[in-house]
Nanobody, 118 residues
Framework: VQLQASGGGFVQTGGSLRLSCEAS????????TGWYRQAPGKQRELVAT???????QYRDSVKGRFTISRDNAKNTMNLQMNSLKPEDTAVYYC?????????????WGQGTLVTVSS
């Protein structure tokens, strides 16, 4: 599975960005997908996840501002980010968990930088 993330950029506080992630390769066995982020000097953290049956989870700090979605037919996933804050500045990574029988393999995209100015 290969993941290609896009959509990062530079915005001012309160602005919006839409991240996209496209999966290719053996994408049909993908179950959960998600977004992680890593800010400079900090550990990578989970932002949001969505499963094939649209079970969704968000970290508390983005609830009400970010919306995760996916299109299983197109093997794409999006993260709509509104009301962005400087603390949202990070490199964002998309992930996909491929499940084959009982084996789960997580794949990572290359990361896309989001910078929110104060």
């Amino acid at each position: 599975v290969q993941l290609q993330a896009s959509g990062g950029g530079f915005v001012q506080t309160g602005g919006s960005l839409r991240l996209s992630c496209e999966a290719s390769g053996s994408a049909r066995d993908i179950d959960a997908t998600g977004w992680y982020r890593q800010a400079p000097g900090k550990q990578r953290e989970l932002v949001a996840t969505i499963t094939r049956i649209d079970t969704i989870q968000y970290r508390d700090s983005v609830k009400g501002r970010f919306t995760i979605s996916r299109d299983n037919a197109k093997n794409t996933m999006n993260l709509q980010m509104n009301s962005l804050k400087p603390e949202d500045t990070a490199v964002y990574y998309c992930t996909a968990d491929r499940v084959v029988v009982t084996t789960v393999t997580r794949y990572w995209g290359q990361g896309t930088l989001v910078t929110v100015s104060s």
